[in-house]
């Protein structure tokens, strides 16, 4: 009963956010799939935060301090909809149905289906093989940083120890506060809820990717995207893994699908709101999200300053910022209060021999160009090679929303570049960090790389009545 | 054939546009079937139904059932040191000591008054050589040991 009213005031928390931002007066059933989608990263994402800053209390104050938390949300979002005028609506998911896009919606929605089936099941198979997350990081880092909260009480900051090596307790808090969350609903350590909790943000995934691309391109070129999504092997073993690499990227392209949505005409400032929570909820899922925050509002910046002047850059870059403050304080608090300083500037003498060495800048090239051709365990073709072959041949058409796509992608190129820096300055023996690590980095933006893709390339019903 | 564009002989060529559809339908189809054969490796390579016992208990039985017991001995919080196997499975095993051992804080070092010995593979009966200055408290069996400095015990 407890664990169902968890489920329940999560979902609801995360959806009611998501409403209070979406344009009005659009009713609260419009583009349900991409709600949805978003509502439950966004529901553990506010968990997350209500537990850090409550991880000793018992269970009947942590249910108040949640209801509290969704009944100010419902308050906000009743009040704003008798008071704020009309804005642009997001439109709705199109369908084509005539001429020849209808004609092959049913074999594309046929293989999105079957996609879906082959990896509900092996997500299923795979999370009841390993409870306990599949890789050491689940219990290791993320799967341990929750015993800690739930098991640690007052004394649950003992677990940000630099005496367990390797452990990364300066790594963010969301999914380690999320779990130890529901844990202290139920009163115990289910495997259930770590385990759930990682397919809920791989099938969000899915399921932001399909909506998302639905709005702006259609649902046949959806169903193209969401099946090459599903169809990643690598994608599915992670998304069970209990690592935070999937949640990460589903961070990344809620904030990117947002920008790209009300970049597309939609202009509304609860969007760019939402995607500023979104992207504060990446920077508190793993450091690598701080980065991507840094890199999507750099992007913003340059693209919209050149194009459209300053003032409207700013305009349209504040709420996001403002937005995002509120998990920003969160995560400083963190990183001064609870975590030891991090690995990375750990000897900060050898940086810039490092940053000189040209071995290492070859050493991550050759590394990065390998991943990029072999990425995602697929069979037979990568599915890089599949998409630069499918590019050529349908080529390309970009809608009214050129520069939601320049800003995405730059954010994209931004934040790869800062992995390649980091790799460059890596303490670790650097062919042990790039062997162990860059096929995750990869998979966060995997997701992003896609959807931006379906934006570019042609849909299939025009490319076929050209 | 009156004003037919075709001489004699040779073979109607389809148009343009007809090619060009073509083209784009194989694209799409092979796209599609390319996708579903690494669906059916993602299917293929899920763990077997009846594997899925023997697979759900690996981590549980090397940490939390291991040493179930240990922790019931130790203080509820604090830091003691560990010392384990020299092979590469020794890090494995003490990563999923601390696991089951939160919120106590685990160091792998020799320096605490309780250290934990855990030897999987070998089962030690008392403190392999390699370890100094440690005599045993207790041995809870299969290689779990509460060891103990030698000044303090």
């Not at chain 1, 160009?369 to 058409?397: C, D, M, N, Q, S």
Request: charged share 15%.
């Amino acid at each position: 009963m407890a664990a169902l009213l968890a489920v329940v005031l999560c979902g609801l928390t995360g959806f009611v956010l998501v409403c209070l931002a979406w344009p009005q007066p659009a009713p609260l059933r419009s583009n349900l799939a991409l709600k949805t989608s978003l509502c439950g990263g966004c529901g553990l994402g506010i968990f997350s935060l209500v537990f850090f800053f409550s991880p000793a209390l018992s269970l009947s104050r942590l249910m108040l301090a949640d209801a509290a938390v969704f009944g100010v949300l419902l308050v906000v979002l009743i009040w704003s909809r008798t008071r704020r005028s009309a804005e642009d609506s997001v439109a709705d998911e199109r369908v084509a149905v005539d001429g020849p896009g209808g004609r092959i919606r049913p074999a594309l929605g046929t293989a999105f289906a079957l996609a879906l089936i082959a990896s509900a099941y092996a997500s299923a198979v795979r999370a009841v093989a390993h409870p306990h997350g599949d890789g050491w990081d689940a219990f290791a880092i993320w799967d341990l940083h929750a015993r800690f909260l739930f098991r640690g009480g007052p004394h649950w900051k003992d677990g940000f120890s630099p005496l367990i090596p390797w452990s990364h307790p300066d790594y963010p808090l969301l999914l380690p506060a999320a779990i130890a969350h529901f844990w202290r609903y139920l009163g115990s350590e289910s495997w259930i809820v770590p385990s759930v909790i990682a397919l809920i943000f791989a099938f969000s995934t899915v399921g932001l990717l399909f909506s998302g691309l639905s709005i702006l391109r259609g649902q046949n070129q959806a169903f193209l995207g969401g099946t090459v999504l599903l169809a990643t092997p690598f994608f599915v073993e992670q998304g069970t893994s209990q690592y935070a690499d999937v949640p990460l990227s589903f961070f990344f392209l809620a904030t990117i699908v947002l920008l790209c949505i009300h970049d597309s005409g939609m202009r509304s400032p609860g969007l760019l709101a939402l995607a500023g929570v979104t992207a504060g909820f990446a920077a508190w899922t793993k450091n690598e999200g701080l980065l991507f925050l840094g890199a999507i509002v750099l992007a913003r910046v340059v693209i919209l300053a050149r194009h459209e002047g300053w003032i409207f850059c700013g305009r349209q870059t504040l709420p996001m910022l403002l937005a995002a403050l509120p998990v920003l304080l969160v995560i400083a608090y963190f990183k001064v209060r609870v975590a030891p300083a991090g690995d990375l500037f750990s000897s900060p003498a050898s940086l810039w021999h490092k940053l000189l060495d040209p071995a290492r800048y070859w050493a991550t090239f050759q590394w990065y160009a390998k991943e990029l051709l072999r990425f995602g365990h697929w069979w037979l073709i990568p599915g890089t090679v599949l998409l630069a072959g499918y590019y050529f041949i349908v080529g390309k058409e970009v809608g009214s929303y050129e520069d939601g796509i320049r800003i995405s992608v730059l954010a994209l190129g931004l934040t790869l570049a800062g992995y390649f820096a980091v790799y460059l300055i890596t303490p670790y023996d650097i062919h042990w960090h790039l062997r162990s690590s860059l096929n995750r980095l990869f998979l966060q933006v995997w997701p992003s790389a896609i959807f931006l893709f379906f934006l570019v390339v042609r849909t299939p019903e025009r490319t076929l009545a050209a | 054939m009156q004003g037919s564009p075709i001489e004699p002989g040779q073979t109607a060529r389809a148009p343009a546009g007809l090619q060009h559809q073509g083209r784009i339908t194989i694209t799409v189809a092979l796209t599609l079937m390319l996708c579903l054969l690494s669906s059916l490796r993602v299917v293929i390579e899920a763990p077997r139904p009846r594997q899925l016992e023997a697979m759900s208990r690996a981590v549980a039985q090397h940490s939390d059932q291991r040493f179930a017991e240990l922790r019931r001995a130790l203080p509820g919080r604090g830091v003691v040191g560990y010392v384990g196997e020299a092979a590469e499975s020794g890090v494995a095993d003490y990563y999923l000591a601390q696991y089951a051992l939160a919120p106590l804080v685990v160091e792998r070092s020799q320096d605490h008054p309780l250290v934990i010995g855990n030897f999987p593979a070998s089962q030690p009966a008392s403190p392999p050589a390699t370890v100094k200055g440690l005599v045993l408290v207790k041995d809870f069996g299969n290689g779990v040991l509460l060891l103990a400095k030698e000044d303090n015990k």
